[in-house]
Structure formats: structure tokens, C-alpha cells
């Protein structure tokens, strides 16, 4: 499923115009976006949570040269699903 999908499902379930979902979703994703960029987790009971982590330097291999290269530290998004969504899933 894709964005404009998302879109289509949640205003056919809701029963509002395809653009009213768009609105809600895109300010949806930029809420969560912004919360997880400032570093503050947003747990969606059920659902899951987003949060950051942190990636530490490493050496790394050019695959073509074999050459070794540093690749820097780096910040990261984690998702870790809710108990429901697992179980929803595993049904």
C-alpha cells in the first residue's frame, strides 16, 4: 500500500473527502517526523513506537576494491511494534 492508497482507505473508512485525509495524514507523518527528529519517542499504544538510535563508526569494505573505509556515526530511526499490531499480524 502506498501513500495515495492510505489515502483512498482512510477516507472511504472515515467517511470525509480524499483531501481532508490527505491533510490528516500528511500532518500526521509530519508530527511524528518532528517529535522523532527533536529525540522524543512517540509510542502509539497498540501500534508501536518511534524512536531514535545511534549507529557507531565503523570500517567498511568497498565491496569492488576490497578497499577499507571509515563510515561515520549516524543517527537512525527505530519502529518497534506494539503487542496488538504483532499479534494482529500473526493471526
Excluded at 500500500?1 to 467517511?15: H, P, R
Excluded at 524512536?51 to 568497498?62: D, F, H, K, L, W
Aim: glycine share 10%; no cysteine.
Amino acid at each position: 500500500m502506498n501513500k495515495q492508497e492510505l489515502i483512498d482507505a482512510v477516507a472511504s473508512e472515515v467517511g470525509i473527502a480524499k483531501s481532508a485525509a490527505a491533510e490528516t495524514i500528511d500532518a500526521f507523518l509530519g508530527t511524528v517526523t518532528n517529535a522523532v527528529v527533536k529525540g522524543d519517542p512517540v509510542q502509539l499504544t497498540g501500534f508501536g513506537s518511534f524512536s531514535t538510535g545511534a549507529r557507531a563508526a565503523r570500517t567498511g569494505r568497498n565491496p569492488k576494491t576490497g578497499e577499507a573505509l571509515q563510515i561515520a556515526a549516524s543517527k537512525t530511526v527505530k519502529f518497534a511494534a506494539g503487542k496488538a499490531f504483532k499479534d494482529a499480524v500473526n493471526q
